[in-house]
C-alpha cells in the first residue's frame, strides 16, 4: 500500500524544484540529451519517486540535485538553495545512497566508517555513535558492527550505506536505484526503514529513483515517469494507473514462434503492447479498447501460427501506465 | 565561529586517521613493518649500487654521496605526498567507490584531501628516517643528531610540505576530472623527481629545464634538508647563496605554488562536476 502522507508536514513547502532543467553531454563524437526541460515540484514531506528505464535520465536528475553533476540548462533549487550557487550550504541537508555499487573502505569496520563519515558532517561523537548503534540494531546489522565491511554481503553493505545516509538526519534523502541487485528480503528491509524514517518526521522529504514499478507504487506518495529525458507523466500511483484504467488488461501467453510484437499492435483497438519472455512462453500485455477486440487479437494470433498457452485479465499496473503512454515496456526502452 | 573551526579539525583528523588505515590496513602488521622498512632502503640501495659503480668507489666523491642519500631519503615525503596520495584518492573514487560520499559532506572537500595528504606525509617520516639511519651506520656518513640544525629543517620541510600538498590537491583533483588517470600520480612525480635536485644538482639539467627546476621549492627545500644536516659536508647546488636566501626562495616559491594550486583545483572541480567524474565508476 502507498505510504499515507503526513499531514502535519508544510505541503506548501517545496523540498525540490527545477525550472527548464537540462543537461547535454557533449563528446567528440556525439551529443547526448541526458536531460531535458525538467519541470519538477516535489512537496516537503513527499516520498516521491522517479520511475525509468535505464539510461531514462533519472540517475543525472538526482546527480545534478545533489550536486555532484552541473546542469546545461535551467535551474535546481533543493531545500530552497540553488544547487549551483549555494551547493556548499546545501550539502549539509542533503544525502545520498545509491545502490549496485558495493561501495566501502573494504578494510575498516562497518561501525569506524560510519563514525568516520558522521565526523565529515560535524557530528559530535557521543551522538554519533548512538545514532549508528540505534540505526544498525534497527537494520538487523547490530551484530557485524564490528566486522570488516568487505565480510558484509551486498545486501547488508546496502543497509550499511542506507545507515551512512540517515545517520545525519538529513532534510532531503536521495535514494538512487536502493535496492537493485538486493534480494527479496533485502530490499524489504530498506523499504521499511526508508517508510520508518519518513513517519518520524513529516518535514522528511525523500527522492527515490527506481525501474522497479512495484516499489514505486508500494512506496511512493506520487511519481514521475522520466523516458529519454523527459518527464513523461506526473502524479501519484493511483492516477497514473488511471489513464488504463479505461482500458482492458489482458495478459497473454504464447508458446515460442514468429514474432508478432508489431501485428499486435497494429490491430485496431489495441492501445499498446509489450511483451516479456517467462519460463519459456512469450508474455504479452494488451491495452485494449474493450473486450471485443480481443477476438480480432486471437485471430492475428492464429494467423501468424502461433498458439495461445493462457490468457487474463487482470487489474491495471504502473507497468501498463508506462507503456500507454511510452508506446513501449520498459525492457524494451532499454535495449533502444 | 568556532563551532566551524572545532568541526573541521575534527574531519580533517578523521581524513587523517582514514588515510592511515586505508593504507596501512591492507595487511597484517608484522607485514607492514616490513615493507615499510625494506620499501625506501632498497629504493636508496639501487641508487648507492649505481653510485658506486660509475665513481668506482672514489673518495673525493663523498660529498656527492651525501647529497644523493639526503635527497632520495627525503623524496619520501613527495612519493606519498604525490603519486601514492594521488592513487588513494583514485581508489577512494573507483575502488572504493566512496569519494563522492566524502566530496558531499558539509566539510570542505579541500580538507579531507589535506587530511588524506597528511597522512601520506606522516608515513614517510619513517622511510626518511630508516634510509638516513642505514646511510649513517652502513655508508659512514657523517650524520650526528646532535648538530643537525633542526629549526632549520623544520621550517624547510614545513614549507616544503604545504608545497607538495597545493601541488598534489591540485593534481587529484585534475585527475578526477579525467577518466583514465592511474598512472600519472607516478608520472608527475617522476617528473619532479628528475627536475628538483632529487639525485644530482639541476645545474647539469638543459637551460630552459634548469629556469623551470629552479622555480620548485622542492629544489631549495632539498638544498636546506641538505645544508641543515652535513651544512659543509654535502655537494651544494647554491654555494653563493645563504641559508636565509635559500630559504626565501623557498617561501617564495612555495606561496608561488600554493596559488597555482589554488587555481588549478577551482578549475579542475569544475571540470569534474561538470563532467560527473566525480563518482565515475573505474568500469565506465
Same mark, same amino acid.
Given at each position: 500500500?502507498?505510504?499515507?502522507?503526513?499531514?502535519?508536514?508544510?505541503?506548501?513547502?517545496?523540498?525540490?524544484?527545477?525550472?527548464?532543467?537540462?543537461?547535454?553531454?557533449?563528446?567528440?563524437?556525439?551529443?547526448?540529451?541526458?536531460?531535458?526541460?525538467?519541470?519538477?515540484?516535489?512537496?516537503?514531506?513527499?516520498?516521491?519517486?522517479?520511475?525509468?528505464?535505464?539510461?531514462?535520465?533519472?540517475?543525472?536528475?538526482?546527480?545534478?540535485?545533489?550536486?555532484?553533476?552541473?546542469?546545461?540548462?535551467?535551474?535546481?533549487?533543493?531545500?530552497?538553495?540553488?544547487?549551483?550557487?549555494?551547493?556548499?550550504?546545501?550539502?549539509?541537508?542533503?544525502?545520498?545512497?545509491?545502490?549496485?555499487?558495493?561501495?566501502?573502505?573494504?578494510?575498516?569496520?562497518?561501525?569506524?566508517?560510519?563514525?568516520?563519515?558522521?565526523?565529515?558532517?560535524?557530528?559530535?561523537?557521543?551522538?554519533?555513535?548512538?545514532?549508528?548503534?540505534?540505526?544498525?540494531?534497527?537494520?538487523?546489522?547490530?551484530?557485524?558492527?564490528?566486522?570488516?565491511?568487505?565480510?558484509?554481503?551486498?545486501?547488508?553493505?546496502?543497509?550499511?550505506?542506507?545507515?551512512?545516509?540517515?545517520?545525519?538526519?538529513?532534510?532531503?534523502?536521495?535514494?538512487?536505484?536502493?535496492?537493485?541487485?538486493?534480494?527479496?528480503?533485502?530490499?524489504?528491509?530498506?523499504?521499511?526503514?526508508?517508510?520508518?524514517?519518513?513517519?518520524?518526521?513529516?518535514?522528511?522529504?525523500?527522492?527515490?529513483?527506481?525501474?522497479?514499478?512495484?516499489?514505486?507504487?508500494?512506496?511512493?506518495?506520487?511519481?514521475?515517469?522520466?523516458?529519454?529525458?523527459?518527464?513523461?507523466?506526473?502524479?501519484?500511483?493511483?492516477?497514473?494507473?488511471?489513464?488504463?484504467?479505461?482500458?482492458?488488461?489482458?495478459?497473454?501467453?504464447?508458446?515460442?514462434?514468429?514474432? *508478432?510484437?508489431?501485428?499486435? !499492435?497494429? %490491430? $485496431? =483497438?489495441?492501445?499498446?503492447?509489450?511483451?516479456?519472455? +517467462? &519460463?519459456?512462453?512469450?508474455?504479452?500485455?494488451?491495452?485494449?479498447?474493450?473486450?471485443?477486440?480481443?477476438?480480432?487479437?486471437?485471430?492475428? *494470433?492464429?494467423?501468424?501460427? !502461433?498458439? %495461445? $498457452? =493462457?490468457?487474463?485479465?487482470?487489474?491495471?499496473?504502473? +507497468? &501498463?501506465?508506462?507503456?500507454?503512454?511510452?508506446?513501449?515496456?520498459?525492457?524494451?526502452?532499454?535495449?533502444? | 565561529?568556532?563551532?566551524?573551526?572545532?568541526?573541521?579539525?575534527?574531519?580533517?583528523?578523521?581524513?587523517?586517521?582514514?588515510?592511515?588505515?586505508?593504507?596501512?590496513?591492507?595487511?597484517?602488521?608484522?607485514?607492514?613493518?616490513?615493507?615499510?622498512?625494506?620499501?625506501?632502503?632498497?629504493?636508496?640501495?639501487?641508487?648507492?649500487?649505481?653510485?658506486?659503480?660509475?665513481?668506482?668507489?672514489?673518495?673525493?666523491?663523498?660529498?656527492?654521496?651525501?647529497?644523493?642519500?639526503?635527497?632520495?631519503?627525503?623524496?619520501?615525503?613527495?612519493?606519498?605526498?604525490?603519486?601514492?596520495?594521488?592513487?588513494?584518492?583514485?581508489?577512494?573514487?573507483?575502488?572504493?567507490?566512496?569519494?563522492?560520499?566524502?566530496?558531499?559532506?558539509?566539510?570542505?572537500?579541500?580538507?579531507?584531501?589535506?587530511?588524506?595528504?597528511?597522512?601520506?606525509?606522516?608515513?614517510?617520516?619513517?622511510?626518511?628516517?630508516?634510509?638516513?639511519?642505514?646511510?649513517?651506520?652502513?655508508?659512514?656518513?657523517?650524520?650526528?643528531?646532535?648538530?643537525?640544525?633542526?629549526?632549520?629543517?623544520?621550517?624547510?620541510?614545513?614549507?616544503?610540505?604545504?608545497?607538495?600538498?597545493?601541488?598534489?590537491?591540485?593534481?587529484?583533483?585534475?585527475?578526477?576530472?579525467?577518466?583514465?588517470?592511474?598512472?600519472?600520480?607516478?608520472?608527475?612525480?617522476?617528473?619532479?623527481?628528475?627536475?628538483?635536485?632529487?639525485?644530482?644538482?639541476?645545474?647539469?639539467?638543459?637551460?630552459?629545464?634548469?629556469?623551470?627546476?629552479?622555480?620548485?621549492?622542492?629544489?631549495?627545500?632539498?638544498?636546506?634538508?641538505?645544508?641543515?644536516?652535513?651544512?659543509?659536508?654535502?655537494?651544494?647546488?647554491?654555494?653563493?647563496?645563504?641559508?636565509?636566501?635559500?630559504?626565501?626562495?623557498?617561501?617564495?616559491?612555495?606561496?608561488?605554488?600554493?596559488?597555482?594550486?589554488?587555481?588549478?583545483?577551482?578549475?579542475?572541480?569544475?571540470?569534474?562536476?561538470?563532467?560527473?567524474?566525480?563518482?565515475?565508476?573505474?568500469?565506465?
Amino acid at each position: 500500500m502507498p505510504r499515507t502522507p503526513n499531514p502535519s508536514s508544510d505541503a506548501s513547502r517545496l523540498a525540490v524544484e527545477t525550472r527548464d532543467l537540462g543537461r547535454v553531454y557533449k563528446t567528440r563524437n556525439e551529443t547526448v540529451t541526458a536531460l531535458s526541460s525538467v519541470d519538477l515540484k516535489v512537496r516537503e514531506g513527499e516520498l516521491f519517486g522517479v520511475l525509468g528505464p535505464n539510461g531514462a535520465g533519472k540517475t543525472t536528475l538526482i546527480k545534478i540535485l545533489v550536486t555532484l553533476l552541473l546542469p546545461s540548462s535551467g535551474t535546481a533549487k533543493v531545500d530552497g538553495l540553488d544547487v549551483v550557487r549555494e551547493f556548499r550550504q546545501l550539502r549539509s541537508r542533503i544525502a545520498i545512497v545509491s545502490g549496485g555499487e558495493n561501495a566501502g573502505y573494504g578494510l575498516l569496520r562497518v561501525r569506524e566508517q560510519l563514525w568516520m563519515f558522521s565526523q565529515f558532517y560535524g557530528i559530535k561523537s557521543k551522538v554519533a555513535y548512538a545514532r549508528i548503534d540505534e540505526l544498525l540494531e534497527r537494520l538487523g546489522l547490530a551484530s557485524v558492527a564490528n566486522r570488516q565491511i568487505s565480510g558484509l554481503s551486498s545486501g547488508m553493505r546496502q543497509k550499511m550505506n542506507l545507515v551512512r545516509g540517515l545517520m545525519t538526519d538529513p532534510r532531503v534523502l536521495f535514494l538512487d536505484e536502493p535496492t537493485v541487485a538486493l534480494d527479496v528480503g533485502a530490499a524489504r528491509d530498506l523499504r521499511e526503514e526508508v517508510s520508518r524514517w519518513m513517519a518520524e518526521d513529516p518535514t522528511r522529504t525523500v527522492i527515490l529513483t527506481t525501474h522497479y514499478m512495484q516499489e514505486a507504487d508500494d512506496l511512493c506518495d506520487r511519481i514521475a515517469i522520466v523516458n529519454r529525458g523527459r518527464i513523461v507523466i506526473e502524479g501519484t500511483p493511483q492516477s497514473l494507473k488511471l489513464e488504463v484504467q479505461r482500458d482492458v488488461v489482458v495478459d497473454l501467453q504464447l508458446e515460442p514462434g514468429v514474432p *508478432v510484437l508489431d501485428r499486435l !499492435r497494429e %490491430v $485496431a =483497438g489495441v492501445g499498446a503492447a509489450s511483451v516479456r519472455e +517467462e &519460463d519459456g512462453l512469450d508474455r504479452f500485455s494488451l491495452l485494449l479498447a474493450d473486450d471485443a477486440v480481443l477476438t480480432n487479437v486471437i485471430s492475428a *494470433v492464429e494467423r501468424s501460427g !502461433r498458439r %495461445v $498457452a =493462457g490468457l487474463a485479465k487482470r487489474e491495471p499496473t504502473l +507497468e &501498463d501506465a508506462f507503456v500507454k503512454l511510452v508506446g513501449r515496456s520498459m525492457t524494451e526502452e532499454e535495449t533502444q | 565561529m568556532v563551532l566551524a573551526l572545532a568541526r573541521t579539525w575534527s574531519g580533517y583528523r578523521t581524513a587523517v586517521r582514514l588515510g592511515w588505515l586505508v593504507s596501512s590496513n591492507w595487511t597484517s602488521p608484522v607485514p607492514f613493518v616490513i615493507y615499510t622498512i625494506i620499501r625506501p632502503i632498497s629504493g636508496a640501495l639501487i641508487l648507492v649500487v649505481m653510485y658506486n659503480v660509475i665513481t668506482g668507489g672514489r673518495g673525493n666523491t663523498r660529498n656527492y654521496l651525501a647529497f644523493l642519500v639526503i635527497g632520495v631519503s627525503f623524496w619520501a615525503f613527495v612519493t606519498e605526498g604525490v603519486s601514492d596520495f594521488a592513487v588513494g584518492i583514485l581508489e577512494d573514487r573507483g575502488r572504493f567507490k566512496m569519494l563522492k560520499y566524502a566530496y558531499l559532506a558539509p566539510l570542505r572537500f579541500p580538507v579531507f584531501l589535506v587530511g588524506r595528504a597528511s597522512s601520506k606525509l606522516t608515513s614517510a617520516v619513517a622511510s626518511v628516517a630508516i634510509v638516513l639511519v642505514v646511510a649513517t651506520v652502513g655508508l659512514r656518513l657523517p650524520i650526528n643528531p646532535l648538530s643537525v640544525d633542526y629549526p632549520l629543517l623544520a621550517i624547510a620541510c614545513l614549507l616544503a610540505f604545504i608545497s607538495v600538498m597545493a601541488f598534489s590537491i591540485a593534481l587529484s583533483v585534475v585527475l578526477l576530472a579525467g577518466r583514465d588517470a592511474y598512472g600519472y600520480g607516478e608520472i608527475m612525480a617522476q617528473v619532479l623527481y628528475i627536475v628538483s635536485g632529487a639525485i644530482f644538482p639541476i645545474s647539469v639539467l638543459p637551460g630552459p629545464l634548469a629556469f623551470f627546476a629552479s622555480l620548485s621549492p622542492l629544489v631549495y627545500w632539498l638544498e636546506l634538508t641538505r645544508r641543515s644536516i652535513l651544512h659543509g659536508r654535502v655537494y651544494e647546488m647554491f654555494p653563493g647563496l645563504s641559508d636565509g636566501e635559500v630559504l626565501t626562495r623557498l617561501a617564495l616559491a612555495t606561496a608561488g605554488t600554493v596559488l597555482l594550486g589554488y587555481l588549478v583545483y577551482r578549475w579542475a572541480d569544475r571540470q569534474a562536476r561538470w563532467k560527473g567524474y566525480i563518482d565515475m565508476d573505474a568500469a565506465q
